[in-house]
């Protein structure tokens, strides 16, 4: 049943073109309500909501917010997404978590990403320093764009049965503004 769950994640981050080269927004920061968390957008976000049934008793409801920026000529998109279940808790285990990944790397597979590596964040390097279950991870891979990176945290909030993540990614020409945004915006919120 969950593994229907975790699928609907990652087609949620790779559905939006946004590992593609663009032009450039100047505009102010937005703040955004992202189930109950103060999220700052560096530009305009883009807003959706999905609602579905993954048996007759459970239901998944998820919210994603997308923003795009350029940077050197290349795009940096930070994704936001807050998944809701009802019908049964998220339990954390670590077989949930491998499913998890398992279905995440299957999915970016199927959308034809080569050369694939994903990366769990040593806890030397990890961004969070909060006391919620997560895991931060990053994927490595060429898309039809080029070689491109995600830098993901996923944060599983026992207490209110959601799961947020957050995944920045851009071309591997940019690294270093793609590590900073996930930085700033994973230091900006306030998981607990």
Not at 67 to 88: L, P
Not at 127 to 153: A, C, H, S, W
Request: proline letters at 2%.
């Amino acid at each position: 049943m969950l593994v229907k769950y975790f699928i609907v994640l990652i087609v949620s981050l790779v559905q939006f073109k946004a590992f593609a080269f663009g032009t450039s927004q100047k505009e102010e920061p937005l703040s955004a309500n992202v189930c109950g968390l103060a999220v700052l957008f560096t530009t305009p976000y883009k807003e959706s909501r999905s609602q579905y049934s993954l048996s007759n008793e459970v239901n998944l409801s998820i919210f994603q917010f997308l923003s795009t920026r350029v940077v050197s000529g290349a795009t940096i998109a930070t994704n936001i997404t807050c998944q809701s279940i009802e019908g049964m808790d998220y339990s954390g285990s670590e077989e949930e978590w491998k499913t998890f990944f398992n279905n995440s790397i299957n999915t970016l597979s199927k959308k034809g990403v080569k050369n694939l590596k994903m990366t769990i964040v040593g806890t030397d390097r990890q961004v969070y320093k909060g006391n919620l279950p997560f895991r931060e991870y990053k994927f490595f891979g060429t898309f039809n764009e080029g070689d491109q990176m995600i830098y993901n945290l996923t944060i599983l909030n026992k207490a209110s049965n959601t799961l947020y993540t957050v995944s920045v990614s851009g071309h591997s020409m940019i690294e270093k503004q793609v590590i900073n945004e996930f930085k700033q915006v994973t230091n900006a919120i306030n998981f607990e």
